[in-house]
């Protein structure tokens, strides 16, 4: 069984900086991506930030320039340095893991509140 571990979420005010990270652990193998979505009520949930095995980025065009996605191959962490939040950066933000060898398996943590308010 996997489990994906978040951290780091909480309230910041506009122009703020938050880190947040993920542990993967337990039966996870030849993990492909690791990524960061995030969700508001109401909304379907949306990619933020996306990083491959060979350390390509993908970014959503809102937060390009602002967040920047990293990643520890040995510690199996991912981590999402979001600076100058803004209030619309508010939602509950989900850590995702895609692993295996032929059948690709899905894995997302619980998610970690992010606020930006004054």
């Not at 005010?13 to 193998?29: D, E, K, Y």
């Not at 991912?78 to 032929?102: I, R, W």
Request: hydrophobic share 35%; glycine share 12%; proline share 3%.
């Amino acid at each position: 069984q996997v489990q994906l571990v978040e951290s780091g979420g909480g309230l910041v005010q506009p122009g703020g900086s938050l880190r947040l990270s993920c542990a993967a652990s337990g039966s996870i193998f030849n993990i492909n991506t690791m990524a960061w979505y995030r969700q508001t009520p109401g909304k379907q949930r949306e990619l933020v930030a996306r990083i491959t095995s060979g350390g390509f980025t993908t970014y959503a065009e809102s937060v390009k320039g602002r967040f920047t996605i990293s990643r520890d191959h040995a510690r199996n962490t991912v981590s999402l340095q979001m600076n100058g939040l803004k209030p619309e950066d508010t939602a509950v933000y989900f850590c995702h893991v895609a692993y295996g060898l032929g059948v690709v398996i899905n894995s997302w943590g619980q998610g970690t509140q992010v606020t930006v308010s004054s």
